[in-house]
């Protein structure tokens, strides 16, 4: 079985993140950046899927060349080989333009199954699956909190508030998965080093058949037209309490439209 797993590299959502004012995409040259958590899911998930039905695992990233970082955490996880593909052009793309890169490379590989995070850190725009579905022309399982594949269909428990549902398409599918899915393992010493001779092709845009002009910040349905930083934390307001503190408490509450 072949599989391919969609990995974004993305800022630490532990650290602060910023837009840059140039041109209000993320600033991710100074940002600390790692693998999508949610994508360790993914990886995950492909690689016991992989155990119990044989094939290979890919990885395929859209990202500047600093995506190298995300891709070799996949392969030290177990990951087979990767497809990077980078090209300054796509810098600033909305989602509906990156979801066109992928599909465009997904369409050079052979997979019967695709998985994926449910969100990005950075945008928690949970779309991608669906945008990459809709571009290839196959089903989308989301929101996978349990996952099994028997002859050639994918069987999920998509997650919900209640409980779950129980979901099922034939394959080739699309299935998005959270982080209640299973545990990540760790990278091993053998996996970092063995990594490091798996192999990475990259590819552009023209190796994707796609035009520069199809892409990018100047041609995105979507862009930040302003932004601002945190205003600074003020200070607190002391309520001394002679007897009248209830009232002080309750008069103050309802300045702030509280109560």
Wanted: proline residues 5%.
């Amino acid at each position: 079985m072949n599989i391919v797993v969609l990995v974004k590299q993305v800022p630490d959502s532990g650290s602060e993140r910023k837009l840059d004012p140039a041109d209000n995409t993320v600033a991710r040259a100074a940002a600390d950046n790692v693998i999508n958590e949610m994508d360790e899911y993914a990886i995950e998930e492909a690689l016991l899927v992989r155990d119990r039905e044989g094939g290979e695992v890919t990885v395929l990233t859209v990202g500047p060349a600093s995506a190298t970082d995300a891709i070799r955490k996949a392969l030290s996880m177990g990951a087979d080989k990767a497809v990077h593909v980078v090209d300054d052009a796509i810098h600033g793309s909305c989602a509906v333009q990156t979801s066109a890169v992928i599909a465009a490379a997904l369409s050079q590989l052979e997979y019967d199954l695709v998985l994926c995070g449910a969100e990005a850190t950075d945008a928690q725009l949970s779309v991608m699956p669906a945008l990459v579905a809709e571009r290839l022309g196959i089903p989308q399982l989301s929101g996978a909190r349990k996952l099994t594949v028997e002859g050639g269909t994918a069987k999920i428990e998509r997650q919900t508030d209640g409980g779950y549902w129980a979901v099922e398409a034939p394959l080739p599918a699309i299935v998005s998965t959270w982080d209640t899915i299973n545990e990540p393992r760790y990278p091993s010493f053998k996996g970092i080093m063995a990594a490091k001779k798996k192999p990475v092709e990259t590819k552009t845009l023209g190796d994707l058949g796609l035009d520069a002009s199809a892409v990018g910040l100047a041609n995105a349905t979507s862009k930040v037209l302003d932004f601002a930083g945190r205003p600074p934390k003020g200070e607190g307001v002391k309520v001394a309490d002679e007897g009248d503190g209830a009232q002080k408490l309750v008069d103050y509450l309802a300045s702030q439209k509280i109560v």
